[in-house]
């Protein structure tokens, strides 16, 4: 069984039931949420012009491989209603898996961990809240050390 963590993201409609209602979907994906964060507003990334996001972190449990655990993410996205739109702009709901156990992998479809990760406070923050030891597998910090270091950048 592998140990997953997830970002959740949403900035259109109901933001907080969004994330909430992606965390009940995973169990039908055979994915356990073991621990997850609070709710996080934050500023968005990327394109600037657009509503505030709700981010979250949580951490699951799964048989499914790291291939099967994406499809099972775009699965839900699809589900809830999210549609092809611009990189970094609005979404219904984001899920991304930011570390599967301590596997590190590079492919046309996934990079593991989350390639931006280490850059974005709103995934660490979330994340620290309940992994804040857990060590990243490319730059050998933890968590609570990643965010320590975004916040004073």
């Given at each position: 069984?592998?140990?997953?963590?997830?970002?959740?993201?949403?900035?259109?409609?109901?933001?907080?039931?969004?994330?909430?209602r992606s965390i009940e979907l995973l169990s039908s994906h055979v994915i356990s949420v073991t621990r997850k964060s609070a709710l996080y507003e934050t500023e968005p990334w990327g394109?600037?012009?657009?509503?505030?996001?709700?981010?979250?972190?949580?951490?699951?449990?799964?048989?499914?491989?790291?291939?099967?655990?994406?499809?099972?993410?775009?699965?839900?996205e699809k589900d809830m209603g999210r549609e092809a739109g611009p990189r970094w702009g609005p979404r219904l709901i984001d899920l991304d898996l930011l570390l599967y156990d301590d596997l590190v992998l590079d492919t046309d479809i996934l990079t593991l961990?989350?390639?931006?990760?280490?850059?974005?406070?709103?995934?660490?923050?979330?994340?620290?809240?309940?992994?804040?030891?857990?060590?990243?597998?490319?730059?050998?910090?933890?968590?609570?050390?990643?965010?320590r270091e975004v916040k004073h950048s």
């Open positions: 069984m592998a140990l997953v963590y997830l970002g959740i993201g949403s900035n259109l409609g109901n933001r907080k039931a969004n994330c909430l394109i600037k012009e657009q509503p505030g996001y709700i981010n979250m972190a949580i951490e699951a449990n799964t048989d499914l491989t790291h291939e099967e655990l994406l499809i099972a993410l775009k699965s839900i961990p989350h390639p931006f990760l280490h850059d974005r406070d709103f995934v660490l923050e979330p994340l620290a809240e309940i992994a804040p030891d857990v060590i990243h597998p490319r730059l050998n910090k933890n968590i609570a050390q990643l965010l």
